[in-house]
């Protein structure tokens, strides 16, 4: 493997050159590209940059947050803020995503898709409009554990956080849990920090490295 110093700005052209050419797996017009990540390192960032590069090739595109498609506090928290099995697998609401933005972009799908539902700060439904993705248009989706519910992407995109600049997170209604194994469970958690060490050190760079990870598997 050949690693490349490079900046975000030219990752996000580099990787818009590549969408371009990029042909969804089921024959369809539409691809679709994930920007996993967890959210301190800001995957929703490096979304936004490709989105403008594409822009200005004439390229339409949608970004899509997975935090506007998390379940109401009442179910996501139902096992606690840090149980990590519930943030794994009850924060996202995985089926609206499947209806409301993967379906309509399948081949001779209508291409209206829903760009958030949920709003975590005011716990309610956003009711947003529909938004219309031409038939050449792009969904870009970033979020957390994008890669375990196999969605149809195209494209995903990893983007890692090194440990040097984040040696604490503040929590918000959209950031998970820390891992914890089932013994460490049953130990008494220490509140959540309230500041955070973690900041990028370009200013207007996100704290963390992208892997372009390639086409997703196949189910």
């Given at each position: 493997m050949r690693?490349?110093?490079?900046?975000?700005?030219?990752?996000?052209?580099?990787l818009a050159d590549r969408l371009l050419e990029l042909e969804p797996a089921d024959g369809g017009s539409r691809p679709r590209a994930a920007f996993d990540g967890a959210p301190a390192?800001?995957?929703?960032?490096?979304?936004?940059?490709?989105?403008?590069?594409?822009?200005?090739?004439?390229?339409?595109?949608?970004?899509?947050?997975?935090?506007?498609?998390?379940?109401?506090?009442?179910?996501?928290?139902?096992?606690g803020r840090r149980d990590t099995e519930s943030y794994y697998s009850g924060w996202f609401d995985t089926g609206a995503?499947?209806?409301?933005?993967?379906?309509?972009?399948?081949?001779?799908?209508?291409?209206r898709v829903l760009p958030d539902l949920w709003d975590?700060?005011?716990?309610?439904?956003?009711?947003?409009?529909?938004?219309?993705?031409?038939?050449?248009?792009?969904?870009l989706l970033h979020g957390p554990l994008l890669l375990r519910h196999w969605f149809p992407f195209?494209?995903?995109?990893?983007?890692?956080?090194?440990?040097?600049?984040?040696?604490?997170?503040?929590?918000?209604?959209?950031?998970?849990?820390?891992?914890?194994?089932?013994?460490?469970?049953?130990?008494?958690?220490?509140p959540a920090p309230q500041t955070s060490s973690c900041a990028p050190t370009t200013p207007g760079t996100p704290p963390g490295t992208a892997e372009p990870a390639g086409p997703a598997p196949a189910p």
């Open positions: 690693l490349e110093a490079i900046t975000w700005d030219r990752l996000a052209e580099r390192a800001r995957p929703g960032d490096l979304a936004d940059r490709v989105a403008e590069a594409l822009r200005v090739r004439g390229r339409p595109s949608l970004v899509v947050g997975a935090e506007s498609f998390l379940r109401p506090a009442s179910l996501r928290l139902e096992h995503l499947w209806r409301e933005v993967f379906g309509p972009l399948d081949p001779g799908g209508s291409g975590p700060a005011t716990d309610r439904a956003t009711r947003s409009p529909y938004v219309q993705l031409p038939p050449d248009g792009i969904l195209d494209l995903t995109v990893h983007v890692l956080l090194s440990r040097a600049p984040c040696a604490a997170v503040p929590r918000s209604p959209t950031t998970g849990p820390s891992p914890r194994s089932s013994a460490t469970r049953r130990r008494p958690i220490p």
